[in-house]
């Protein structure tokens, strides 16, 4: 006779903010939450290194669709940078590649901060993700093969110096916008003040609109057992699309979205609905005070692109 199937509860759906420790990776920490959540459907809004603690969203359910929402939201960092060693991984994990007796002062610090903040163009770590003719870079690097990576633009908001710690360390705290490689930052900082360097610690505090003030630790989420669609910890599927304007839909139009039709808005009445909405534009269609879809308004019709299931 087979093995009986252990019962499911109700689908859960929704966002679980982990806290997340240093020495794991990030798909690590999904997976153990996945097992708490009945094996739902389980995605993370934006990695984190191992060696990095903090904010690390994890959607379940039906907030797996709204995951892209979520890592294109400004994210927030603090970092420990080490002068005088710069290392192949560009972080603590790595082995030292070169070293310099140059200690930055404050006042040369703080001159070469603002060439790092806006658009800039930015080299990401040999020992990232990112993949080099279909082979991620960090196995190629593993290898010892070499490794070139293209510059690329990313937007940093903010990039403060915090406190000199001691002669070989700095805090520093960051703003910035999707595709940021605090490391590269790190090491492209100590060499615009003449010397080498790599992060000593790094925490994420902040992505999008989830805080590390929401934010639950690993550990204490797996002593609870189990999350629940109850669970106090789990946020609402929406929460991820705080930025998205709202465009209220009446139940007939929900019920068209949720089954992928479009919705024509080209009455005069809706005319105070759609406001000053470009053409183009996406949109979070509530019913109710439900989010019913994620929809783009175009030529005059609501088109859903992901529909979010009540």
Not at 193 to 221: D, K, M, Q
Request: charged share 25%; net charge neutral; proline share 5%.
């Amino acid at each position: 006779m087979g093995r009986r199937r252990r019962a499911k509860g109700p689908s859960i759906s929704g966002w679980i903010i982990v806290d997340k420790p240093s020495g794991i990776t990030s798909t690590t920490v999904c997976n153990r939450v996945r097992r708490l959540a009945d094996d739902a459907k389980t995605g993370h809004g934006g990695t984190l290194d191992p060696l990095a603690t903090g904010v690390l969203p994890l959607a379940l359910g039906d907030a797996t669709k709204t995951v892209s929402y979520a890592m294109d939201g400004e994210k927030a960092y603090r970092f420990r940078l080490r002068w005088g060693e710069a290392r192949d991984t560009d972080d603590a994990e790595g082995e030292i590649i070169a070293t310099s007796d140059v200690r930055p002062t404050a006042a040369q610090i703080e001159a070469a901060l603002p060439q790092f903040i806006g658009t800039i163009q930015q080299v990401p770590p040999i020992y990232s993700a990112i993949k080099v003719e279909g082979q991620r870079s960090y196995n190629l690097a593993r290898e010892q093969r070499a490794v070139e990576l293209q510059a690329r633009p990313i937007e940093i908001h903010d990039f403060r110096l915090i406190e000199m710690v001691d002669d070989d360390h700095a805090d520093f705290d960051v703003a910035c916008g999707k595709g940021a490689y605090m490391r590269s930052l790190a090491r492209d900082l100590a060499q615009a003040v003449g010397t080498v360097g790599h992060i000593a610690a790094l925490r994420r505090t902040r992505v999008g609109p989830f805080t590390e003030a929401g934010a639950i630790p690993l550990a204490s989420l797996e002593a609870l057992g189990h999350i629940a669609p109850d669970c106090e910890h789990l946020l609402p599927v929406e929460t991820a699309l705080a930025d998205i304007p709202a465009l209220a839909v009446s139940g007939s139009e929900a019920a068209s979205l949720r089954q992928g039709q479009s919705v024509p808005l080209f009455r005069t009445t809706d005319l105070g609905r759609i406001g000053d909405l470009a053409d183009g534009a996406t949109v979070r269609a509530t019913s109710d005070g439900i989010t019913v879809a994620l929809a783009r308004f175009e030529g005059g019709r609501v088109q859903p692109v992901r529909v979010i299931n009540p």
